[in-house]
């Protein structure tokens, strides 16, 4: 008799400590999800972020494929949907059309093309 005893005092606090440990990871997991998303005055979200750079990386491949851009000297920078293009071109038709192949790009808001002529 002391032995079943035994045996459900321990499977019941195995069971305690299980739901305890469940209860702890999801309040971590909740409070972790709740302030690591968040936008503030001066940080975007995780989200954003991730877009912009996704949105950044597409562009740039945008540009190496258009033909009639031509250059490896433009940067691009992306903040909330919005490409800056900097850096240096041959000619204004480069520069047009690398504004063309950044705003063509899904995703993106508006294109400020800083670019300079050579």
């Known amino acids: 008799m ?3 005893h035994s045996y459900h005092m321990n499977h019941t606090l195995r069971a305690l400590r299980c739901t305890s440990l469940l209860a702890l990871a999801g309040a971590l997991g ?11 005055a001066k940080h975007d979200s995780t989200g954003e972020y ?10 740039k491949a945008a540009l190496l494929n258009d033909a009639s851009v031509k250059s490896l000297e433009i940067s691009v920078q992306t903040m909330k949907g919005v490409v800056q293009l900097s850096g240096f071109v041959d000619t204004t038709d480069q520069k047009q059309a690398a504004a063309r192949a950044a705003a063509a790009v899904p995703g993106v808001v508006d294109v400020t093309n800083s670019l300079i002529v050579k």
């Open 30 to 40: 909740t409070g972790f999800l709740g302030s690591g998303c968040a936008a503030t």
């Open 50 to 59: 991730i877009d912009d750079s996704s949105i950044t990386t597409k562009v």
């Open 2 to 4: 002391a032995a079943a």
